[in-house]
């Protein structure tokens, strides 16, 4: 059964870069069929799609996020990553990682979100 | 605010049928952009629900149904029981964004 797993630091402070990975884990990333995203969540409020990355490397992002994301795969390690950098309060929220069916754009499964705030 | 509308909330008794709707426009919903639906029960990760507009992952309950009608689609749930309680978000494609709607709760 796939299985995904955000980590990274919960606490980022104000014009810093917020850096979190994704494992996957019981299949491989480097499928044909998926991109794999991320998506979050500010706290009470709803779903904000970020961006995605196919194994390849190739990405592609929200356009409103696009000067502040880049998201990077390594296969070795069967994991994804995402940067976002310059970030303020409004970035504070609970980020997952997902598989991304590149047909149809769908997400599943999801990762069970870790919650990032930025503070000082 | 959201390309993709959602009714703040809807409300039903037990047992009853209720219909969450998503508007969009010509350029999403409207130009035939697959629509997904989301369950996420309260304080859980989000449920991929219904896909490509009237699909059911397996494991998920007949009495959750999705259609599409032009720019909108629809979320129906029959049967309407306590544990489907939930917030319940519509997603599609619009110009290279993926988009979601606002977000519904559903008070049973």
């Known amino acids: 059964q796939l299985q995904l797993q955000e980590s990274g630091p919960g606490l980022v402070r104000p014009s810093e870069t917020l850096s979190l990975t994704c494992t996957v884990s019981?299949?491989?990333?480097?499928?044909?069929?998926?991109?794999w995203g991320w998506i979050r969540q500010p706290p009470g409020k709803g779903l904000d799609w970020i961006g995605s990355?196919?194994?390849?490397?190739?990405?592609f992002y929200h356009p409103s996020l696009t000067s502040r994301v880049t998201m990077s795969v390594d296969t070795s390690k069967n994991q994804f990553s995402l940067k976002l950098t310059s970030v303020t309060a409004a970035d504070t929220a609970v980020y997952y990682c997902?598989?991304?069916?590149?047909?149809?754009?769908?997400?599943?499964?999801w990762g069970q979100g870790t919650l990032v705030t930025v503070s000082s | 605010q959201s390309v993709l509308t959602q009714p703040p909330s809807v409300s039903g008794a037990p047992g009853q049928r209720v219909t969450i709707s998503c508007t969009g426009s010509?350029?999403?919903?409207?130009?035939?952009?697959?629509v997904h639906w989301y369950q996420q029960l309260p304080g859980t990760v989000p449920k991929l629900l219904i896909y490509?507009?009237?699909n059911r992952p397996s494991g998920v309950p007949a009495r959750f149904s999705g259609s599409k009608s032009g720019a909108s689609a629809y979320l129906a749930i029959t049967g309407l029981q306590a544990e489907d309680e939930a917030d319940y978000y519509c997603?599609?494609?619009?110009?290279?964004?993926?988009?979601f709607g606002g977000g519904t709760k559903l008070t049973v």
């Open positions: 490509g507009d009237n």
């Open positions: 010509s350029s999403n919903i409207g130009a035939g952009h697959d």
């Open positions: 019981g299949g491989s990333i480097s499928s044909t069929s998926y991109d």
């Open positions: 997603q599609s494609y619009d110009s290279a964004a993926v988009l």
């Open positions: 990355i196919y194994y390849t490397g190739s990405t």
């Open positions: 997902v598989r991304h069916a590149q047909d149809q754009n769908w997400f599943d499964p």
